[in-house]
Nanobody, 129 residues
């Protein structure tokens, strides 16, 4: 059964750090690409960081390069997003998604491409003093 469960969100001060987790069910883990996306109030959902199934290819939005890192633990079927030097503009609901379509990480992270993505329920991240 398809299931993605995000956790790790919360309230953090500017400059702080959070680590988000996305736990995938055994069935869900048979994907081609996985990624983190976010949606702030009144804005469209955007790709933050994506990774290929093997972990060999990654992609980051320009706004998070150098601050966020995507990683995985295959034994736990879990993908992480380490977020450092957080800014108020990082405030959003963060979603994990997978694609079963053969795709590049760039395509996976580009919300304008009409590939089918399967979503988790999201976790709120608020950066505020």
């Amino acid at each position: 059964q398809l299931q993605l469960v995000e956790s790790g969100g919360g309230l953090v001060q500017p400059g702080g750090s959070l680590r988000l987790s996305c736990a995938a069910s055994r069935f869900t883990s048979d994907y081609y690409a996985i990624g983190w996306f976010r949606q702030a109030p009144g804005k469209e959902r955007e790709g933050v960081s994506c990774m290929s199934k093997t972990g060999g290819n990654t992609n980051y939005a320009d706004s998070v390069k150098g601050r966020f890192t995507i990683s995985r633990d295959n034994a736990k079927n879990t993908v992480y997003l380490q977020m450092n030097s957080l800014k108020p503009e990082d405030t959003a609901v963060y979603y994990c998604a997978v694609s079963y379509v053969i795709t590049t990480v760039q395509t996976m992270c580009n919300m304008k491409t009409p590939i089918r993505r399967y979503w988790g329920q999201g976790t709120q991240v608020t950066v505020s003093s």
